[in-house]
C-alpha cells in the first residue's frame, strides 16, 4: 500500500508534527470504517498515542488508515483496552505488531521443545528418604450428631475438610514419592464424592468428625496412610493416626 498520506484526507493532526517522519519506521494498518461517534473517540486515543489516523480511497469505498511508530502504537492499543466498541481496531494493531515482530509467523513448539528428561546435576539425597505427601479436599455436606446433648443433635450441614496424608519413599530419578495426581484421583473417587452433597447419616451411622476420619481411613486403607484430618470449621478439626498398633 502506498502511503496514506499521499493520498487520502488527513484526519488528525497537522502534518507538521507527524510522528511518522524520519526518526523511525512506521506501520501503517488498515481499520474497517467506524460510526461518526466513534471515530470522534478513535481520533482523540490515536493522537493522545501520537498515532496518525487518515482516510484512504482504494476502489472499494473509504477506509481508515492508522500509523504510528511501533511503541506509539503499542501505546495506542493499551489505551483502546479501556473501550470495547473499538476491540476491532485493538485487534487490527495486535495483529499487525504480532505481523512485523514475527513476518513468518510464530514458532511451532514440539513435545522435545519444552520437554526434558535430563538434569544438569542430580541433587544428593541420602538412600531410603521418606516424604509425608497430603492433599486437602472440600465438601458439603448435612449430618447430625444423634448422640449429641446439644445443637448439633438437630440437623445442619458443613463445608468439611479433609487432608490426607501419606508417607512414601522418594524416588530418586522422577524426584517424587507420591504423585498429587494420584492421590487426588482416589481420595476424590472413594470418599470426596461419595459424601459431597449428602446427609452423612446414611454412610456413617454416627457422623461425629472422629468417626468421619475414621470411616475415609477404612475406605483409603491400601494406601501408604500417615493420619487423615477432618474439618468440621476452619478452627475445628481431628486427626486420626489409624488403628491401634499400625
Known sequence: MANPETRGRTLAREDA?????????PLFLKLPPLPEKRLALLERLVAEAGCRLYEARDGRGNALVLGGLLDDL???RHLLLKDHDLRIA????????????APDGLPRFTEETFKRTEVVEEPDVPAGTTLKVSRDFLFDAAHNL?????????LHGHTFRIRVTVEAPLDGWSGMS?????LKKVVKQRVVDVLDHSYVNEVIPNPSAEHIAI???QRLADLPLEEITVW????CSVTYTGPPGS
Do not use: V
Open 146 to 154: 444423634p448422640r449429641y446433648n446439644g445443637k448439633c443433635e438437630r
Open 74 to 76: 503499542g501505546l495506542l
Open 215 to 217: 470411616w475415609a481411613w
Open 178 to 182: 507420591f504423585d498429587f495426581h494420584d
Open 17 to 25: 508534527d507527524d510522528p511518522c517522519g524520519p526518526s523511525g519506521t
Open 90 to 101: 485493538r485487534e487490527t494493531i495486535e495483529e499487525g505488531l504480532a505481523r512485523h515482530a
Open 232 to 235: 468440621e470449621t476452619p478452627t
